[in-house]
């Protein structure tokens, strides 16, 4: 018996692919453009900020855009054919297709490919030990979400939605392909929530703001917070300088904190809970066991 409750219940799954990762969360949503790649960068930046070992993928193998927003200019090096070192940037150990395409080059992929390059992230890059791997997915419920489902036992996804209401009909799309991969839904993020004005702080609610909230609601999901849209967020992204690590206590960082607390909250909820199950589940059987 193995004491990882990370492993059980993911029979078929590789489990043995990253033993030194506690725990594998994906960022995910129904729709392209929501802001997955901001809230990835941020909330793997914010996780890292509370002294954990964090890991951040990017598997947006058509559009990687991680690079870009963390700044990194390093190249991962490239041991042998079998071992990639992560770059490391921000304290953050960082993988992405874009090391590897030219500027500008356009990425085709058909199926088998693409799940070779997964395998690859997973299995060749020297990750080490870490306490969380977070990994920016591309949009929808394609070939990349089905090959990591697939592979590995992941902790759980958070799903990004604005607050529109066809944004939040296609995010119930990812939810219910990860539903139907066995995968756990830790919960939902809703992003450009509201605006906040730079100047006077004002709130103005341009999408609506709280259909993300009565989403989860309504579908009996955790819900994990909000982020505003806010410019230095947008700039702060496109400058490679993310929020969290350009201006930590700022407030345009602290829904990124109170999100990776309430992701954090949500992972220790679930191992806690599989512990548990895995304590009952042997208290049966010796019981059957007794009763034999
Ligand atoms: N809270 C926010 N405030 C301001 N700008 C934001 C916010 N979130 C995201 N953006 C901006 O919106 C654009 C899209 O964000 P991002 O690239 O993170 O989305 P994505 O969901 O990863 O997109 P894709 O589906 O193309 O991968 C970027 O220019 C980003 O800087
Ligand atoms: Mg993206
Ligand atoms: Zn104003």
Known sequence: MTANVRQSGFQGKRADLLPQVRNIIVVASG?????????????????????AKVGLMDADVYGPSIPLILGVTDRPEVVNDTTILPVLQHNLK???MAFFMREGEAAIWRGPMLHGVIQQFLGNVQWGELDYLVIDLPPGTGDVQLSLCQSI????????????????TVAMKAIAMFRKLNTPVLGLVENMSYFSCPHCAQRSEI???????????????????????????REGSDQGRPTVVHAPDSPQS????????????????????AAEKEKLGGFFNKLSDAIK
């Open 94 to 96: 960082v993988i992405s």
């Open 207 to 233: 999408f609506g703001n709280g259909g993300v909230r009565r989403g989860a609601e309504r579908l009996g999901l955790p819900f994990l917070g909000e982020i505003p849209l806010d410019i230095r967020v």
């Open 254 to 273: 602290k829904p990124f904190h109170d999100l990776a607390g309430a992701v954090a909250a949500q992972i220790s909820i679930k191992n806690v809970g």
């Open 31 to 51: 729709k392209g453009g929501v802001g997955k790649s901001t809230v990835s960068a941020n909330l793997a930046l914010a996780l890292a900020h509370t002294g």
């Open 153 to 168: 036992p992941l902790t759980g996804a958070v799903v990004v939605s604005t607050p529109q209401d066809v944004a939040l």
